[in-house]
């Protein structure tokens, strides 16, 4: 098989074939977030590296006012040519979730899978708070979503996707290469093996993630006192089972709260 090393984020159209398919779980739990933590109507929101839009097109078309940023021109481009395909406005530009302002603030905003661990630094992490403290009204609601490293059990150090549309089919998987515990960096390798009718190709690509265990990000949040961290759930996005969150946790999904 042909092998390409590139970006998976230069090619939306695979990373949005396997990542879009389980919008509906994500986007009913956000919607109960909304409902549960925040008191006036939420109308206006923002994801930051919202990637191809995944969730930004589904909120749209629900009659939300979305806008959303990504550092990758391909993604950004597929994510206003599928909203203008739906009759929706462009919302998505391309920008730093560490460098931005909103012309309007959000009631609430959302960055759920482990996006915000591409942020390699502290400084950067607390830069990326900072701007979506701003970015939100007062009362308003960020919810953060990634895993953490669980401190005394084992990680889970690989994981597989599988999608097919319209005789596309694409395979993925995404596995630890290095874990730098001083820097709190991990490497992780990820493909995606294609199939169309007439060829069959594998992307690989690495990603940069930091690492953070939940007393780390606890002291992370008192650095931006404009949050409190008001629940955490896991990944099955159960709006009915907060977690008790405990050093021994990996999935995280924190609803910051806007003092
Ligand atoms: C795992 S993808 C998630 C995309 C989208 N949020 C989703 O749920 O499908 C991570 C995204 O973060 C973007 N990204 C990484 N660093 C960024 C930064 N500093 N500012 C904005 N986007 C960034 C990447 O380009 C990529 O699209």
């Not at 690495?206 to 265990?213: E, G």
């Amino acid at each position: 098989m042909i092998d390409i090393e590139e970006s998976i984020y230069d090619h939306p159209k695979y990373y949005d074939l396997i990542f879009a398919a389980e919008w509906e779980p994500e986007f009913n739990f956000l919607e109960a977030c909304f409902e549960q933590y925040v008191d006036r109507k939420v109308t206006r929101l923002f994801e930051p590296a919202c990637g191809t839009g995944r969730l930004i097109y589904r909120f749209a078309d629900a009659g939300y006012e979305i806008s959303g940023n990504d550092l990758n021109d391909k993604a950004i481009n597929f994510c206003n040519e599928r909203l203008t395909r739906h009759g929706l406005q462009q919302r998505a530009v391309v920008g730093d979730m560490t460098q931005f302002a909103l012309d309007q603030p959000v009631q609430a905003a959302f960055n759920t899978i482990n996006s915000f661990r591409h942020l390699e630094s502290e400084k950067l992490a607390v830069k990326h708070l900072n701007c979506m403290a701003n970015a939100i009204v007062k009362g308003g609601i960020y919810v953060l979503g990634f895993h953490l490293s669980p401190i005394g059990v084992d990680a889970c150090e690989e994981e597989y996707w599988s999608a097919e549309e319209g005789g596309l089919k694409v395979d993925s998987g995404m596995w630890l290469q290095k874990r730098n515990k001083r820097r709190r960096i991990e490497t992780l390798g990820i493909s995606f093996d294609v199939q169309t009718s007439d060829k069959k190709f594998r992307i690989t690509d690495q990603l940069k993630f930091r690492t953070y265990t939940w007393p780390q990000f606890e002291r992370l949040i008192d650095k931006v006192p404009q949050f409190e961290i008001v629940d955490v759930f896991d990944f099955d996005y159960d709006i009915e089972n907060p977690l008790a969150i405990d050093d021994q946790c990996e999935d995280a999904v924190f609803v910051l709260k806007v003092r």
